[in-house]
């Protein structure tokens, strides 16, 4: 089973959390920690240099280098996001001027989400390259789609992005998905974000799913109150290690919140 770590996601780059890495040299940062956790895969979404996400060749190549530099074994995924380049014809020539970078600043994985429009064209682009794809899925409606067009050819994985947030029903919906997708050839990551993000990485862990943690998903620890010190700080928790506490003596977390879990043992509107 995988433990991903997504460090920043779609979070403005200020006003958010001073650990909250945009640059390349703070990802490779949080890479360099998380990988010596014992983490293998790395969810990024790179920025230019004002601090916008970015999918342009030379961004990509430098965020990626960075990372690679600092966590050699680890995968980096990046989002080929509709969100940053509305026009799915770009979206599968960005992917072809990724191909051109040198070895150690192209992405291993590229994440396409199965609800835009021109993802399978998209899919057989990134594929023509020898890239691996991420597909995201987030509602039944898309798990249903993509159960028949079938898997794409170069998918390492299907993300099951679960967008309720209410901790109370996060993990129905999450079981609403999976009913609605399996079986699959391929391995799921099932994950939530914001108030669900601790509750489905939970169920995730029991059920067998790969899963994912970090400040794209949620900016607090399992208490669901105190801000995270950093990417390594959710990453820790999410694995079972220790943690210095930092809650009230009187405040208990969420009931059943990583209770036995094993590793070894908001996010914007449009997300990623």
Known sequence: ????CCPNGTRPA??????????????????????????????????????????????????????????????????????VEPNAFRRTELVQEWASLPRHARPDVVAVNVHERGWETICEAVASVGLGIELGVWTTGDAVQLRLAGVPLNTVRVTVEVTVTDPDSAVAEAVRLLRALRPMPVPILLHGEEGGAWPVLDYARRQGFDTRIGFEDTLTGPDGVWSATGNEEL?????????????????????????????????ASHRG
């Open 235 to 267: 990453v820790r928790y999410a694995l079972g290690q220790a943690v210095t506490p930092r809650a009230d003596p009187h405040r208990r977390p969420r009931r059943g919140l990583l209770g036995g879990l094993s590793f070894g043992r908001s996010r």
């Open 14 to 83: 200020e006003g958010v959390s001073p650990a909250l890495p945009s640059t390349p040299e703070d990802l490779a940062r949080d890479a360099g920690a998380i990988a010596a956790l014992g983490v293998r895969s790395f969810h990024v979404h790179p920025r230019d240099r004002d601090g916008r996400e970015s999918l342009a060749r030379d961004v990509i190549g430098t965020a990626v280098a960075a990372i690679r530099r600092a966590a050699p074994t680890v995968e980096i995924g990046v989002p080929l996001a509709r969100w």
């Open 1 to 4: 089973m995988v433990l991903q």
